[in-house]
């Protein structure tokens, strides 16, 4: 019996040292932010001190690649996993010299040739993850200088080998010249990687259009089973309609669906999204003459002097291609990654400056369905979950983190970038998932999900986690030695 009770109290001790040494992973969040997290997930911080992190990714021997915009540099930074499941970064290294590079980076699937975007061109070098050393560089994509979204996010696909996404966005808030093909603004295209001569692609003149009256589509991924490519937009600030300023909750941020790559057809593929004269509706009541617009609706604005009185219709607004989901205005959406499976497809929200009330500032997941497409309709309110957020959003920007890039690994873990608090964040499933973070701001976010809010963790603990879960597995298992001993 004695054996039993000291096997007894072993095991009933294993999930509260787990959950308390979890507790004390890595460092607490910079300042004063503070994180809310859904219910059955936990969260640390990997890494802080870096100079506004934007695109992450981990490499075939899962160094953690940073963007680093501050300094304008890729960095390496290797990692360790302790038996508590705490992960932190062993030492950090320059991968690359300063070059301006501000968001964009993607690694070819071998591991050994390195991609990264400056406001004007795309770079790729011989990489090392050994050494994390990269060598002879040479310029793929050039010509995409311009003011205000200056950044040029990247993506190898994985179903059309060779091929390399790249996004560029509005050159000003309403830039009309994005309104003319030959401008290159707005648009995103595909290079063909395989053929090069050695010459940079001109961005403006070459490359397979997927889109373009796309604004600031910074987000851009290939789903992992279909192959459908998906984009987040950015949308305007400060817009009019019939005189009436309705820029506080319109226009919606975007979801888009671009085609795919793997030569499966989609007759749309390439066509206008409708930028600089037609945006996507939110709250459509503010909208002056609303008519049959419904939430996701193309409308059309006012007319400006640089239009040259150009003004569209919503008509014309309406035959131009739509979002595939809308979000809330002015969350500013700048990643979008999937799982492994294809199921869900998680979101950065950088956060709002054209808004009384902060809105954004989190990360959350939209479901997905067996042909790759968004559960959800156009019209929802509803289609993304908020998973990690800031606990009260009256504190941001200025004491918030502001998620940007995002990385997953094999395990379904999520890394990801936060550019004003300089920080590498880690989130874990635990359990379930299904709840929502729970935000405190001065009108609910039509993004989340309705009703009471579900239970959440906020606390400026480094890992929130549910320890208790694992009382019930040591009961059993003391049951189990104890039958056995008395047998």
Sequence with gaps: MKVFFGAAATLLAIPFAVGQSSSTCGPAPSGSIQPSLASGYRMQVVATGLSQPRGILLDNAGNLMVVEQGRGVVSAH????????????????????????????????????????????????????????????????????????????????????????????STSN????????????????????????????????????????????????????????????????????????????????????????????????????????????????????????TVGSQFAIDASPDSNNENRTDAYCAE??????????????????????????????????????????????????????PVDDLQSTTAAQDIFANANNSRCPDDCFRPVGMAIDDRGRIFVSSDASGEIYLITKVSGGNATASTTSGSPSPTTTSGSPSPTSSSSAAVFNEPSLLLPIAVLLCVSIFNTLML
């Design 320 to 373: 131009q291609l739509p979002a595939r989901l809308v979000f809330q205005a002015h969350m500013a959406p700048l990643d979008i990654k999937f799982n492994n499976s294809g199921t869900e497809a998680w979101i950065t929200f950088h956060g709002s400056w054209d808004r009384d009330e902060p809105i954004g500032y989190k990360m959350s997941v939209v479901a997905f369905n067996n042909e790759g497409q």
């Design 174 to 293: 309403i830039d009309f010249a994005a309104a003319s093909l030959s401008s290159g603004h707005s648009q995103i295209k595909a290079f063909n990687l395989t053929n090069q001569t050695g010459t940079p692609y001109n961005f403006d003149t070459t490359g397979l259009r997927l889109g373009w009256g796309l604004r600031n589509d910074v987000g851009i991924a290939e789903h992992p089973v279909s192959g459908g490519l998906f984009s987040v937009e950015n949308s305007a600030d400060q817009i009019t309609r019939m005189g009436v300023d309705v820029h506080q909750d319109n226009p919606a941020e975007e979801m888009n669906f671009l085609g795919y790559l793997n030569g499966t057809q989609y007759a749309p593929q390439g066509g206008n999204f409708g930028y600089p004269w037609c945006f996507s509706a939110w709250a459509v009541q503010d909208l002056p003459d609303n008519g049959n617009l």
């Design 78 to 169: 290797t990692l360790n996993e302790d038996n508590a499941g705490c992960v932190s970064v062993t030492s950090s290294q320059d991968v690359t010299s300063a070059l301006g590079l501000n968001h964009g980076i993607e690694l070819s699937s071998d591991g050994k040739t390195l991609y990264a975007s400056s406001s004007e061109e795309v770079f790729a070098w011989q990489y090392s993850q050994s050494s994390r050393t990269v060598s002879n560089r040479t310029t793929l994509v050039a010509n995409m200088s311009g003011t205000d979204h200056t950044t040029r996010t990247l993506l190898l696909s994985k179903k059309a080998p060779g091929l390399l996404v790249v996004t560029r966005g």
